[in-house]
């Protein structure tokens, strides 16, 4: 093995100019490494310079830190506590409002205002509970990707008499919901509650395609889930939706509590 070394360098003079390059190239390595070194020391250096004043700036990260630090000390809970999350929010869309009347009675009462009236208390008895509610117009701006626990919009039936079975409520829910079963027991609870605030009957008959496919549906948020109301009959029913609006809201706002607390309802029949 070195026999064969010492003789090739030796007996192959002629060899040697091509041969430079290789202790060169070395050599280019070696300087090639230092320059990414160095380039990697400065770029370490910038940015601990960077860095540094940073973290020695008054108040604004150490400030932050310290809080999160104290914050997850008091909750007791685990590193790193989430930023605080708002309240759960309730949409409630007073039917018409903002855009027409809606139903229109002989006598010059109109769908929208029993619809705000109603939906106002509705507002009223949820923040109440505690919640943050926003009560909406029905084209409302907020509307396109509307995020919130549960959207209901209250509306009510034609003032014109169809006959003596033309009163009663029905509730509907959004087809184009991403949790059917969500939605399912929104309105079973709504139906539930309202009917026990109100003693108003069921009225299965008269759920419409229209309600089902409500253009609020189509707007909002798809995790949001969303109801029709449609509190009576303005004609047979009017005495309970102006003179007992109170009722009407209590049995709303009830319904969505008990979807939101997960309570025990049964689905009316027909629905
Ligand atoms: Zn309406």
New binding site residues.
Partial sequence: MLQDEIPSEMSEPGFSEPRRPRPRRASMNIFGQLTTIVAVSAVLATLFTAFTPLGLLPGGLTEWVALQLSGSNAGGGSFPTPTPRPRPVIGIVA??WGNDS??VCSDGLT?VEV?LDVATRVQQKLTDAGFDVDLLQEYDDRMPGYNALVLVSI??DTCEYIDDNATGFKVASSLASSAPEKAQRLVACLSNRYQTATGMRYHPASITAHMSNYHTFNEIHHDTTAAII?TGFLNLDRQMLTQNSNAVADGIASGVLCYIYNESATTPEGN
């Fill in positions: 039917g018409h809606g139903a769908e619809n509306h009510a449609e």
